[in-house]
């Protein structure tokens, strides 16, 4: 099972957009994938136009909120074929709380420990983060091998990406699987100078992991209004051609 973390210590990057579409791409070929939704705002859940009972919070703890038992099935929403879902949303601030009250030394592996599918019953776990750095985040880290790091090609981008390599470093101390495999380059503009010269530096300075870019897509923008995947939306739009490549490339496990 490959275990991704889609992370950047910067919000609005396209962090959902990219783990609710490739978990989708992914999803589409064939492959069994579980989407977690890791943020307290819990868009995840209107991008795939989905409202489940539960979630991530109830997984992990076992309880709902007036404490009693949730069996972990039921937490798991099945949102389209071959792709399930644990949802986010504010009951993850009641869950950073649960996992600051854990004992130490086990805090830190708490979701690494209890997301254990028995053996080929999934093909990827794919994790939605939140841009902040926390238990929760630290936790995802630990779960993980693999991280996609979305950096849109506008605005200070390289600032978040600096702030984001500084937890990378430091979560590579704990786990030493964990590698930085894509950087995934989004909000590509063809008519802004901007967007080619970050592109131009991330390609020096992540010659392996680039990936090729996420043009700025009015349909990528429009489609979580619906409720709906770009694959759902517009199939022939350049967001879903865009993310169709991109599931190629994590599904061939290219780059590295
Ligand atoms: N390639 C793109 N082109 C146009 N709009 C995009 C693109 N990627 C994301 N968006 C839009 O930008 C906003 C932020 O994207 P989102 O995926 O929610 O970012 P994050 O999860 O990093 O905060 C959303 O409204 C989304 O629909
Ligand atoms: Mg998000």
Redesign the pocket.
């Known amino acids: 099972m490959r275990k991704l973390a889609i992370a950047?210590a910067?919000?609005?990057?396209?962090?959902?957009?990219?783990?609710v579409n490739l978990a989708h791409g992914l999803a589409k070929n064939g492959k069994r994938v579980l989407l977690v939704d890791c943020?307290t705002?819990g868009?995840t859940s209107k991008?795939l136009g989905v409202e489940p009972e539960y979630g991530l919070y109830e997984f992990i703890t076992g309880r709902d909120k007036n404490g009693t038992f949730i069996p972990k099935k039921d937490t798991i929403y099945q949102s389209r074929k071959n792709l399930w879902f644990l949802a986010g949303g504010l009951r993850l601030v009641e869950l950073k709380n649960w996992l600051g009250e854990q004992q130490r030394d086990i805090r830190q592996t708490v979701l690494k420990n209890s997301l254990l599918p028995k053996n080929g019953t999934l093909d990827y776990l794919i994790f939605?983060c939140a841009?902040s750095w926390d238990v929760l985040s630290v936790n995802i880290l630990m779960a993980v091998d693999e991280v996609l790091c979305?950096v849109a090609l506008q605005g200070p981008s390289m600032e978040g990406l600096k702030t984001f390599f500084g937890y990378l470093l430091s979560a590579q101390k704990l786990n030493t699987d964990l590698q930085l495999k894509y950087i995934l380059p989004?909000?590509?503009d063809k008519r802004t100078r901007q967007s080619f010269e970050i592109m131009h530096q991330l390609k020096k300075m992540f010659a392996k992991q680039i990936c090729e870019p996420?043009?700025?897509?009015?349909r990528?923008?429009?489609?979580?209004t619906h409720g709906q995947t770009i694959f759902e939306y517009d199939a022939r739009a350049v967001?879903a051609i865009?993310y169709k490549k991109l599931t190629r490339r994590v599904n061939s496990n290219g780059g590295l």
């Open positions: 950047m910067k919000g609005g990057v396209g962090k959902t957009t990219t783990a943020d705002q868009q991008f939605d841009p979305p989004t909000m590509f996420i043009h700025y897509n009015v990528l923008s429009e489609a979580p967001g865009d």
